[in-house]
């Protein structure tokens, strides 16, 4: 009798067990629902953001590369970017797969692996549409088109919307996912620890080189192939300012990204169950801070009034800086990477504008290109042992410089290098393929006029209809 | 000994799971108010899309229209609608409720029960008000109110604001919840399976028909009653271009609603515990994407260059789509009904605009009316058989006409006819009732003077005064 | 055997016990973590309201405050605010903290204590930064800037930038976090109950005194202090309207606002488990709605058309008061609560524009002033006794007095005095000294020109250059 009683016993710890882990799975499934929400949201903010920091005669068009982009990039990923990113073991076992996409492709060489694309999970077919893949997917398409919708801000108010398109459909299928692959996908950049003893490997929390500088760098390159705005430089080389139009615009997209990185960044523990969430929206918060009142400090003492546009940039640029860092930094640190974004950011969109003559509108380049390298370089530099326990396969949680591994630093400077090589020659690569086949830029008289009605079809603001 | 033993353990054991089975409670309550809350906020996406789609000298109407209307769908649906609606049993008990709204009025005819409304839980007095019944409330309110506001957009820049205070109490307390009543609250749409084996009887996942044609089809026959706004239609019967006049508001109000829509679909399980929940928000986001792109071939190839506003448009008819079968397809077939409503939307406006003379300033009946019946021909059609066992009290799993059951797709087209009927006849009934009472559209000086001080009191934009 | 068997047993049940309870704790930080974004969300909420509702030439500035008050907010806080408010046990051990940071000031005064502020926990020092602390600390902060905030719309159009940033230090790291220590930090205001038998001390569930009150007397004072803008009060001294620029901004910001707040009431259990966070929702949800409505009402019958500035005002009133005793009262009593601020913020706003004769462009102080008391006070007549069990140490739950408990209703007013007296006397106190540093208001030239490019660095609305 108490035989059987105890029988029935452990089979009810057994079911009430499988109950608690399957409600951990829930739970880790609605957060990572929830922050991929938001991060989603974040293209409004993108949006917003540039749309105010450009003019009225091209507002239509600028919006409509913001919200274009989202759905070439959903289609984009959804056919053979994510299968490319993920489609290799790695982080999907760390999810709570059950490895069905496990297919990356690799080369091996004096006995070490080196993983360099998935080849499993194209188009989302039945076989492999389960819950958690489907989670999996929305939470990185949306970080996938954060990037994508970058280098729009850098290229706007000239940019052929053909063209935009066709090079749009690149980023989300070739350029971002393989960047991704290697750091995220169990590819080659996650595995220089455990090849070569460099730290954890490239870490990247949550995508201050995966996400932001390869958005930035993509900028950056295709700015300078488009080559500046009309009226932008004056025949004596001098750079004239072009103020944006619309500075509530600005302030809005702003807080809207700041709301929208607080998925950003603690859901990319994809995971609730991690309490370290808690930790990473704080530093997240602190270095939003910092960046914003850096900036605030630097064009005050330096200009003798705060720029609002640099105040904006400056809270972005703290939120990049520490995307990488989030889980792995003391608050104290947090602040100091802000605070350091937000100097940097302003310093750096002069130095692209007037030293290097490239004209970024936005200032994506300085925002998202260089901050990230500061972010990816904080890792190494600040990262302080009580996170990241066996983080890429190698034992031991994640330590910088400063903790006493500077081979943390090595792999974060290698991580860097490779991402410029490799998004500056793809996207260098990309637009001359595409400018082969329909131009990049407008023509003049489109540029001059204004791109909405040619581009877009539609003005975009209307006034005149509307007071008579 | 032992036996005391086991009698603890066994005590432990009971106890342990008591509280796993409130932990899934608990994190369904939250599932459910969190998506509920991104629910509410589309209120802010229409407001923003209608008002950007309409003109200047009515920006404070039309945004008083799309505030207000939130504010009397919760009077509303608070005393009245919600007790229509979810007073019978059905919703309630699989939310985990303890029946206590239990209250269906239901005929019998030949053996078989025809649910008709609820009678129970009005003004949610403190006998009813627990926490589920609580949750359950603000998520029906939400969807509620989404269909509340729609028409204000088919109706904008000539609805009389005291017609629209009445009509909106009217679709509030009765149209809505009694066709949701039908379909959601254990009425007789949802018996169609058990009564007359179509299918699971009209399934509905998150409200293609419940929310969107309701709302739509209200939009359809009040602009027709209203009338075209003044200089719509040319003395030669031509439709005639009333340009909106901001895009922004347009572009950020359709990434704000594509972001609350990741609450209206994936947040109908009311459960977090269902991860299904992952799937329904990956079909959703393929669908708003194929929906936006399918809108822009259409409209480039159609007229040489693409049109934002449609584009727009086109985001919105794919997710109006996708929201009954989103739990139901695979992930192609979310591309497909994306694209397909993509398409529809432009060629039903201008059918709509040209052939039937309605003038719908913001094309509110293409995108959630004729959108909405495509959702739910969608379902009969593609659903895969892998969702739904013992939905509506019917055996087995969902399946369309492709999957072998070519009965739910009857059970779709009855549930569309019966939307069109009921909703079409009480809109022309209350805008006639309402009529008698005070004037629905406003006088001729106001609509060309424009309404915003005469109807709101207030200036929508006052630049002079701050320009000065 | 057994014996063996039943020992693994019961480890295997306290391990299944163990992973329970790590999960309430993981969908407890789960849910404060994510409706703290919500509130800071809000920020855009107040930027948006606070913007349309001034002048065009002034957007830069008055974006640029409540844009810097959140990073200004963010570092005061963590600095110095959150030790002092937080630094004691009270709040830290309900949310399940180790007390690491038990560190109340008390006094001790006839065998009772008076606790005065925390004094552990600055600068999130890593000893101190745990999960739980870090989720308290991002609840907390945000709802600290909502109450840093709320004096930028108050002295709007004319507060010198430097002025403002120093002030807004002030109240980040002392004026709030003293006050919240003395409601929710276990502070002596929470321990009237205990000392002096008043109901269960001065209860306040989400902040109707803690965060608006602290705002809106820190509005009025400083509007007083700073005097009204030219040209607001004629010769005659008769006010004259200087309407808001921008409805559309005023309606978008509401809704955010709206959004914002069913984090803010929800949230304040700081627990997901706690399933009364469905009741506040909806009674959050209800109050709003009457505001709304209630506002609609009273100007359309007082002034023939409705306003749509006061329904926005009537809508934020509601939430205002509804924020205290929102987990206390029933549906009906929501309803009632929201209509009277509906009501009373139109009859306030008039009164302090016309008869006290301060100048407070926004009506801050009607909003956040007169409704947080009103919503103090109605936790002390209708808390019904259904929630709030051994509230901050008393026996029982919280009763008002239309439920039998007069000293509950003692305890409101006198907290609500404490308030005035502590947040008017440091307001006086602070824009004193400040104003001895550099000069609160600006030039009259500054003014008249308008403050963006004096004050900003930039213009905010720049049609000419996109136009052009």
């Not at 951990?24 to 957060?31: H, R, S």
């Not at 990356?104 to 360099?116: C, N, P, R, Y």
Request: hydrophobic share 50%; with cysteine; net charge negative.
């Amino acid at each position: 009798m108490p035989d059987a009683t105890i029988t029935e016993l452990a089979k009810q710890v057994a079911e009430t067990h499988k109950l608690v882990l399957d409600g951990q799975t829930a739970l880790n499934i609605v957060w990572t629902l929830i922050t991929g929400f938001m991060v989603m949201f974040m293209q409004a903010g993108f949006a917003l953001v540039e749309t105010g920091l450009t003019r009225a005669k091209n507002v239509a068009h600028t919006m409509g590369m913001n919200f274009l982009v989202y759905a070439i990039g959903i289609i984009g990923f959804w056919a053979i970017g994510f299968g490319l990113q993920m489609g290799g073991v790695g982080a999907l076992s760390t999810f709570g797969g059950d490895s069905t996409l496990n297919g990356e492709f690799a080369i091996h060489l004096g006995g070490m692996e080196f993983g360099l694309f998935g080849t499993k999970g194209f188009f989302l077919t039945p076989a492999v549409y389960t819950a958690p893949v489907a989670a999996l997917f929305l939470f990185q398409m949306v970080f996938m088109d954060t990037t994508a919708t970058i280098p729009t801000g850098a290229m706007a108010e000239r940019w052929r919307f053909s063209s935009f398109v066709l090079f749009s459909f690149a980023i989300s299928t070739i350029i971002y996912p393989i960047y991704a692959n290697w750091v995220w996908g169990g590819g080659w950049l996650s595995q220089l620890g455990k090849n070569f003893g460099l730290g954890h490997g490239h870490v990247d929390f949550a995508g201050s080189s995966v996400v932001h500088m390869v958005g930035g760098v993509a900028a950056l390159v295709g700015a300078k192939m488009m080559g500046p705005r009309i009226g932008k430089y004056g025949a004596d080389g001098k750079a004239k300012p072009i103020p944006g139009h619309n500075m509530p615009m600005v302030v809005l997209g702003t807080f809207i990204l700041a709301f929208g990185w607080f998925g950003f960044n603690p859901g990319s523990t994809l995971a609730g169950t991690d309490t370290r969430i808690a930790i990473v929206a704080v530093n997240t918060m602190l270095a939003s801070a910092a960046g914003a009142f850096g900036a605030y400090l630097w064009t005050k003492f330096r200009f003798g009034t705060p720029d609002l546009s640099m105040l904006c940039n400056g809270m972005l640029a703290g939120m990049v800086a520490i995307t990488a860092p989030c889980a792995f930094v003391t608050a104290p640190a947090s602040i100091l990477i802000g605070l350091v974004a937000g100097v940097l950011v302003v310093v750096s969109a002069m130095f692209i504008e007037t030293v290097l003559k490239i004209d970024d509108p936005v200032g994506a380049s300085s925002v998202h290109g260089v901050c990230g390298a500061w972010g990816i370089l904080s890792v190494g530099l600040f990262a302080d042992g009580r996170y990241g326990d066996g983080w890429n396969g190698v034992p031991g949680t994640v330590r910088g410089l400063l903790y006493g591994d500077p081979s943390q630093l090595a792999a974060s400077c290698f991580g860097i290098l490779v991402n410029v090589a490799w998004v500056g020659a793809m996207t260098f690569v990309t637009l001359r393929i595409v400018g082969s086949l329909t131009p990049n830029r407008v023509s003049v008289e489109e540029e001059v006029g204004g791109l909405d009605v040619p581009e877009m079809g539609i003005e975009g603001y209307a006034l005149e209809g509307g007071v008579e």
